[in-house]
Protein backbone atom coordinates (compact mmCIF):
# COMPACT_ATOMS: atom_id res chain seq x y z
CA UNK A 1 0.00 0.00 0.00
CA UNK A 2 2.92 2.47 0.79
CA UNK A 3 3.37 2.42 -3.43
CA UNK A 4 -0.09 2.88 -4.21
CA UNK A 5 0.18 5.93 -1.45
CA UNK A 6 3.21 7.31 -3.25
CA UNK A 7 1.72 7.38 -6.34
CA UNK A 8 -0.78 9.51 -4.84
CA UNK A 9 1.59 11.44 -3.47
CA UNK A 10 2.94 11.82 -7.39
CA UNK A 11 0.28 12.37 -8.92
CA UNK A 12 -0.70 15.14 -6.27
CA UNK A 13 2.77 17.07 -6.89
CA UNK A 14 2.41 16.59 -10.63
CA UNK A 15 -1.21 18.54 -10.87
CA UNK A 16 -0.02 21.06 -8.06
CA UNK A 17 3.10 21.84 -10.43
CA UNK A 18 0.71 21.95 -13.93
CA UNK A 19 -2.25 23.66 -11.97
CA UNK A 20 -4.58 20.50 -13.63
CA UNK A 21 -7.63 20.18 -11.13
CA UNK A 22 -8.47 16.71 -9.80
CA UNK A 23 -11.31 14.89 -9.15
CA UNK A 24 -11.32 12.11 -6.16
CA UNK A 25 -13.14 9.41 -6.66
CA UNK A 26 -14.07 6.46 -4.39
CA UNK A 27 -17.15 4.27 -5.59
CA UNK A 28 -18.69 7.31 -7.59
CA UNK A 29 -22.08 6.48 -5.66
CA UNK A 30 -22.58 10.22 -5.07
CA UNK A 31 -21.73 11.47 -7.81
CA UNK A 32 -24.52 13.69 -8.37
CA UNK A 33 -24.08 14.94 -4.90
CA UNK A 34 -22.82 18.54 -5.18
CA UNK A 35 -22.04 21.07 -7.56
CA UNK A 36 -20.37 20.01 -10.99
CA UNK A 37 -17.66 17.72 -11.08
CA UNK A 38 -13.93 18.35 -12.68
CA UNK A 39 -10.83 17.55 -13.21
CA UNK A 40 -9.01 14.45 -13.69
CA UNK A 41 -9.89 11.65 -12.01
CA UNK A 42 -7.79 10.15 -9.18
CA UNK A 43 -9.05 6.58 -7.81
CA UNK A 44 -9.03 5.41 -4.58
CA UNK A 45 -10.15 1.83 -4.58
CA UNK A 46 -6.47 1.25 -4.84
CA UNK A 47 -6.23 1.89 -1.35
CA UNK A 48 -8.07 -0.33 0.53
CA UNK A 49 -8.45 -2.75 3.64
CA UNK A 50 -9.22 -2.23 7.16
CA UNK A 51 -6.06 -1.29 9.42
CA UNK A 52 -6.81 -1.81 12.45
CA UNK A 53 -10.01 -2.85 14.52
CA UNK A 54 -10.61 -2.93 17.91
CA UNK A 55 -14.02 -4.17 18.95
CA UNK A 56 -13.07 -3.75 23.10
CA UNK A 57 -11.78 0.17 22.47
CA UNK A 58 -14.95 0.58 20.04
CA UNK A 59 -12.65 1.99 17.27
CA UNK A 60 -12.15 0.87 13.74
CA UNK A 61 -8.79 2.06 11.17
CA UNK A 62 -9.98 2.14 7.27
CA UNK A 63 -8.29 3.24 4.11
CA UNK A 64 -10.02 5.43 2.51
CA UNK A 65 -10.77 3.15 -0.59
CA UNK A 66 -12.10 0.44 1.17
CA UNK A 67 -15.77 -0.47 0.42
CA UNK A 68 -18.15 0.91 3.66
CA UNK A 69 -20.00 -2.57 2.44
CA UNK A 70 -16.56 -4.72 3.63
CA UNK A 71 -16.19 -2.48 6.96
CA UNK A 72 -20.31 -2.98 7.91
CA UNK A 73 -19.89 -7.14 7.68
CA UNK A 74 -16.36 -6.68 10.06
CA UNK A 75 -18.52 -4.64 12.81
CA UNK A 76 -21.67 -6.85 12.13
CA UNK A 77 -19.53 -9.99 13.06
CA UNK A 78 -18.93 -8.32 16.83
CA UNK A 79 -22.17 -7.39 17.11
CA UNK A 80 -21.04 -3.24 16.19
CA UNK A 81 -22.21 -0.68 13.96
CA UNK A 82 -21.39 2.90 12.26
CA UNK A 83 -24.43 4.47 14.45
CA UNK A 84 -24.00 7.34 12.70
CA UNK A 85 -25.72 5.01 9.60
CA UNK A 86 -24.42 6.43 6.93
CA UNK A 87 -25.74 6.50 3.60
CA UNK A 88 -24.65 3.76 1.29
CA UNK A 89 -26.13 4.65 -2.52
CA UNK A 90 -24.89 1.52 -3.74
CA UNK A 91 -22.32 -1.64 -3.44
CA UNK A 92 -19.23 0.65 -4.41
CA UNK A 93 -19.86 3.19 -1.65
CA UNK A 94 -16.47 3.59 -0.16
CA UNK A 95 -15.55 4.89 3.53
CA UNK A 96 -13.35 7.84 2.11
CA UNK A 97 -16.70 9.03 0.37
CA UNK A 98 -18.70 8.43 3.73
CA UNK A 99 -16.69 10.93 5.43
CA UNK A 100 -16.10 13.11 2.66
CA UNK A 101 -20.12 13.52 2.00
CA UNK A 102 -20.69 13.89 5.74
CA UNK A 103 -23.98 12.05 5.14
CA UNK A 104 -25.72 10.71 8.44
CA UNK A 105 -28.95 8.34 8.73
CA UNK A 106 -32.06 8.31 10.67
CA UNK A 107 -29.88 7.26 13.79
CA UNK A 108 -28.46 11.01 13.75
CA UNK A 109 -30.94 12.37 16.16
CA UNK A 110 -29.59 10.11 18.92
CA UNK A 111 -26.03 9.69 18.65
CA UNK A 112 -24.75 12.88 16.62
CA UNK A 113 -23.22 13.05 13.11
CA UNK A 114 -20.44 11.69 11.42
CA UNK A 115 -18.45 13.87 12.23
CA UNK A 116 -18.76 13.40 15.78
CA UNK A 117 -17.42 9.80 14.84
CA UNK A 118 -14.17 10.82 13.48
CA UNK A 119 -11.53 9.72 15.83
CA UNK A 120 -8.96 10.88 13.57
CA UNK A 121 -7.44 10.78 9.34
CA UNK A 122 -4.80 11.34 6.89
CA UNK A 123 -4.56 13.25 4.68
CA UNK A 124 -2.53 13.90 1.41
CA UNK A 125 -2.88 18.12 0.88
CA UNK A 126 -1.42 19.96 -2.23
CA UNK A 127 1.68 20.06 -1.26
CA UNK A 128 2.06 16.08 -1.93
CA UNK A 129 2.96 15.89 2.33
CA UNK A 130 0.87 12.93 4.24
CA UNK A 131 -0.87 14.99 7.29
CA UNK A 132 -2.26 12.75 9.90
CA UNK A 133 -4.71 14.55 12.54
CA UNK A 134 -6.17 13.23 15.71
CA UNK A 135 -5.77 9.92 16.93
CA UNK A 136 -6.97 6.17 17.41
CA UNK A 137 -8.65 6.39 21.12
CA UNK A 138 -11.37 8.14 21.77
CA UNK A 139 -9.86 10.97 24.02
CA UNK A 140 -7.63 12.11 21.63
CA UNK A 141 -7.46 15.82 20.93
CA UNK A 142 -6.89 18.84 22.55
CA UNK A 143 -7.43 22.03 20.53
CA UNK A 144 -9.49 22.57 17.51
CA UNK A 145 -9.86 18.62 15.68
CA UNK A 146 -8.89 18.98 11.98
CA UNK A 147 -9.55 15.31 11.60
CA UNK A 148 -13.28 16.08 12.03
CA UNK A 149 -13.11 19.03 9.45
CA UNK A 150 -12.87 16.69 6.87
CA UNK A 151 -16.59 15.25 7.18
CA UNK A 152 -18.87 17.23 4.52
CA UNK A 153 -15.23 18.69 3.22
CA UNK A 154 -16.33 16.73 -0.16
CA UNK A 155 -12.68 16.24 -0.94
CA UNK A 156 -11.87 20.25 -1.37
CA UNK A 157 -9.21 20.25 1.23
CA UNK A 158 -7.22 17.11 0.17
CA UNK A 159 -7.11 13.31 -0.65
CA UNK A 160 -8.47 11.25 2.78
CA UNK A 161 -6.32 8.64 2.75
CA UNK A 162 -7.29 6.81 5.73
CA UNK A 163 -10.01 7.22 8.43
CA UNK A 164 -10.22 6.07 12.23
CA UNK A 165 -14.02 5.66 12.99
CA UNK A 166 -15.33 5.38 16.54
CA UNK A 167 -18.00 2.80 16.67
CA UNK A 168 -20.79 1.25 18.83
CA UNK A 169 -22.66 -1.49 19.71
CA UNK A 170 -25.70 -2.66 18.36
CA UNK A 171 -28.88 -2.22 20.46
CA UNK A 172 -30.45 -5.15 22.35
CA UNK A 173 -33.81 -4.46 20.83
CA UNK A 174 -35.77 -2.55 18.50
CA UNK A 175 -39.06 -1.94 17.71
CA UNK A 176 -41.21 0.73 15.89
CA UNK A 177 -44.21 3.05 16.32
CA UNK A 178 -46.99 4.39 14.03
CA UNK A 179 -48.94 7.29 14.70
CA UNK A 180 -51.92 8.71 12.51
CA UNK A 181 -50.67 12.27 13.00
CA UNK A 182 -50.82 15.52 10.56
CA UNK A 183 -47.53 17.12 10.19
CA UNK A 184 -47.85 19.89 13.07
CA UNK A 185 -48.95 17.64 15.66
CA UNK A 186 -46.18 14.99 14.38
CA UNK A 187 -43.64 17.60 15.32
CA UNK A 188 -45.15 18.75 18.19
CA UNK A 189 -45.51 15.03 19.42
CA UNK A 190 -41.54 14.99 18.90
CA UNK A 191 -40.54 17.51 20.68
CA UNK A 192 -42.00 16.54 23.23
CA UNK A 193 -40.95 13.38 23.63
CA UNK A 194 -37.59 14.78 22.68
CA UNK A 195 -37.55 16.31 25.98
CA UNK A 196 -37.87 13.01 27.87
CA UNK A 197 -35.64 9.74 29.01
CA UNK A 198 -37.15 7.55 25.69
CA UNK A 199 -35.01 5.18 23.86
CA UNK A 200 -36.16 6.92 20.92
CA UNK A 201 -33.50 6.44 18.17
CA UNK A 202 -35.24 7.18 14.78
CA UNK A 203 -38.48 9.49 13.40
CA UNK A 204 -40.14 10.00 10.20
CA UNK A 205 -43.30 11.58 9.39
CA UNK A 206 -44.67 11.60 5.42
CA UNK A 207 -48.12 11.34 4.70
CA UNK A 208 -50.14 12.05 7.88
CA UNK A 209 -47.68 9.11 9.30
CA UNK A 210 -45.14 9.47 12.17
CA UNK A 211 -42.89 6.61 12.29
CA UNK A 212 -40.94 6.16 15.33
CA UNK A 213 -38.01 3.59 16.19
CA UNK A 214 -37.08 2.62 20.18
CA UNK A 215 -34.06 1.27 20.28
CA UNK A 216 -32.06 0.22 23.38
CA UNK A 217 -32.02 -2.51 26.45
CA UNK A 218 -35.49 -4.74 27.06
CA UNK A 219 -36.92 -3.07 29.55
CA UNK A 220 -36.37 0.58 28.49
CA UNK A 221 -37.95 -0.48 24.94
CA UNK A 222 -40.83 -2.01 26.43
CA UNK A 223 -41.63 0.96 28.83
CA UNK A 224 -41.43 3.42 26.05
CA UNK A 225 -43.81 1.44 24.18
CA UNK A 226 -46.48 1.26 27.03
CA UNK A 227 -45.95 4.98 27.70
CA UNK A 228 -45.83 6.30 24.16
CA UNK A 229 -48.93 4.31 23.04
CA UNK A 230 -49.03 4.09 18.91
CA UNK A 231 -49.36 0.65 16.68
CA UNK A 232 -46.14 -1.54 17.34
CA UNK A 233 -44.43 -2.98 13.94
CA UNK A 234 -41.42 -5.21 14.75
CA UNK A 235 -40.97 -5.72 10.98
CA UNK A 236 -39.96 -2.32 10.32
CA UNK A 237 -36.37 -2.63 9.72
CA UNK A 238 -36.79 -2.91 5.70
CA UNK A 239 -38.35 0.76 6.05
CA UNK A 240 -35.83 2.16 8.35
CA UNK A 241 -33.05 0.62 5.50
CA UNK A 242 -34.80 2.09 2.34
CA UNK A 243 -34.89 5.73 4.52
CA UNK A 244 -31.43 5.12 5.24
CA UNK A 245 -30.14 4.36 1.61
CA UNK A 246 -32.78 6.63 -0.44
CA UNK A 247 -34.22 3.86 -1.76
CA UNK A 248 -37.77 4.77 -1.00
CA UNK A 249 -40.52 6.41 -3.16
CA UNK A 250 -39.98 9.78 -1.72
CA UNK A 251 -36.08 10.06 -1.48
CA UNK A 252 -35.31 7.68 -4.32
CA UNK A 253 -36.93 9.10 -7.10
CA UNK A 254 -34.53 10.68 -9.50
CA UNK A 255 -37.94 11.93 -12.14
CA UNK A 256 -39.15 13.87 -10.19
CA UNK A 257 -39.16 17.56 -8.68
CA UNK A 258 -35.64 18.70 -6.91
CA UNK A 259 -35.28 17.44 -3.42
CA UNK A 260 -34.05 19.94 -0.98
CA UNK A 261 -33.05 19.36 2.23
CA UNK A 262 -33.99 21.93 5.00
CA UNK A 263 -32.10 22.13 8.78
CA UNK A 264 -34.19 23.70 10.54
CA UNK A 265 -34.66 23.55 14.79
CA UNK A 266 -36.72 20.77 15.64
CA UNK A 267 -39.49 22.98 17.10
CA UNK A 268 -39.56 25.07 14.04
CA UNK A 269 -43.47 24.82 12.77
CA UNK A 270 -44.67 23.40 9.35
CA UNK A 271 -42.59 24.99 6.45
CA UNK A 272 -44.70 27.61 4.34
CA UNK A 273 -43.53 25.88 1.10
CA UNK A 274 -45.22 24.22 -1.60
CA UNK A 275 -44.54 20.24 -2.16
CA UNK A 276 -44.74 17.31 -0.26
CA UNK A 277 -42.58 16.47 2.55
CA UNK A 278 -40.97 14.06 4.86
CA UNK A 279 -39.76 14.61 8.14
CA UNK A 280 -36.43 13.05 9.95
CA UNK A 281 -34.26 13.96 13.31
CA UNK A 282 -37.34 14.28 15.50
CA UNK A 283 -38.52 17.77 13.29
CA UNK A 284 -35.04 18.60 12.54
CA UNK A 285 -34.17 17.96 8.99
CA UNK A 286 -37.45 18.17 6.55
CA UNK A 287 -37.24 16.80 3.32
CA UNK A 288 -38.71 18.63 0.20
CA UNK A 289 -40.14 17.77 -3.04
CA UNK A 290 -40.78 20.76 -4.88
CA UNK A 291 -40.18 23.12 -7.84
CA UNK A 292 -39.73 26.21 -5.88
CA UNK A 293 -36.97 28.35 -6.68
CA UNK A 294 -33.83 28.36 -4.36
CA UNK A 295 -34.36 31.82 -3.47
CA UNK A 296 -37.90 30.91 -1.60
CA UNK A 297 -36.96 28.14 -0.14
CA UNK A 298 -33.71 29.28 1.60
CA UNK A 299 -35.52 32.74 2.57
CA UNK A 300 -38.23 29.77 4.27
CA UNK A 301 -35.34 28.35 5.93
CA UNK A 302 -33.67 31.22 6.89
CA UNK A 303 -36.35 32.63 8.32
CA UNK A 304 -37.22 29.17 10.61
CA UNK A 305 -33.44 29.63 12.21
CA UNK A 306 -31.87 26.87 9.33
CA UNK A 307 -30.94 26.18 5.89
CA UNK A 308 -31.26 24.75 2.64
CA UNK A 309 -28.90 22.32 0.53
CA UNK A 310 -30.60 20.91 -2.99
CA UNK A 311 -29.57 17.26 -2.51
CA UNK A 312 -30.83 16.20 -6.26
CA UNK A 313 -32.14 17.24 -9.42
CA UNK A 314 -33.24 20.78 -9.78
CA UNK A 315 -31.46 24.00 -11.06
CA UNK A 316 -27.65 23.83 -9.31
CA UNK A 317 -27.00 27.37 -11.05
CA UNK A 318 -28.35 29.05 -7.54
CA UNK A 319 -25.52 27.01 -5.70
CA UNK A 320 -26.10 23.28 -4.13
CA UNK A 321 -25.12 24.31 -0.64
CA UNK A 322 -27.14 27.42 1.44
CA UNK A 323 -24.54 30.63 0.87
CA UNK A 324 -22.15 31.46 2.85
CA UNK A 325 -22.23 34.50 5.40
CA UNK A 326 -19.04 36.75 4.90
CA UNK A 327 -16.95 35.67 7.83
CA UNK A 328 -17.94 32.23 7.20
CA UNK A 329 -17.01 32.41 3.37
CA UNK A 330 -13.43 33.90 4.56
CA UNK A 331 -12.79 30.88 7.05
CA UNK A 332 -13.75 28.47 4.40
CA UNK A 333 -11.46 30.29 1.66
CA UNK A 334 -8.72 30.37 4.20
CA UNK A 335 -8.75 26.33 4.96
CA UNK A 336 -8.95 25.96 1.07
CA UNK A 337 -5.73 28.25 0.89
CA UNK A 338 -3.74 26.50 3.74
CA UNK A 339 -4.39 23.01 2.36
CA UNK A 340 -4.77 23.17 -1.24
CA UNK A 341 -2.92 26.71 -2.04
CA UNK A 342 -2.70 26.04 -6.06
CA UNK A 343 -6.94 24.42 -6.36
CA UNK A 344 -6.76 21.37 -7.18
CA UNK A 345 -9.15 19.43 -5.28
CA UNK A 346 -12.34 18.38 -6.47
CA UNK A 347 -12.55 22.75 -7.47
CA UNK A 348 -16.07 24.07 -7.46
CA UNK A 349 -17.84 21.12 -5.58
CA UNK A 350 -18.84 23.15 -2.73
CA UNK A 351 -19.08 26.43 -3.77
CA UNK A 352 -18.62 27.90 -7.36
CA UNK A 353 -15.64 30.28 -6.34
CA UNK A 354 -13.32 27.83 -4.43
Known amino acids: MEQVLQQFRDTIVKATTNKTPLRILGGGTKDWYGQSLQGEILHTRAYTGIVAYEPTELVIVARAGTPLSEIEAALDERNQMLAFEPPRFGAASTIGGVVAAG ?73 TLRFELGQKEAIERLNTWGGQPLPISASA ?50 EGPALWRVSVPPVAPPLDLEGDQLIEWGGAQRWLR ?37 AVAAIHRNLKNAFDPSGIFNPGRMYNDF
Open 103 to 175: LSGPRRQAVGAARDFVLGATLVDGKGDVLRFGGQVMKNVAGYDVSRLLAGSMGTLGLIVDVSLKVLPKPFIET
Open 290 to 326: TDAGAKKIRAVAEKAGGHATLFRGGDKSAGVFHPLAP
Open 205 to 254: WHGGTLIVRLSGAVAAVKAAVQKMGGEEDTQAAAFWNELRDHGNAFLGDA
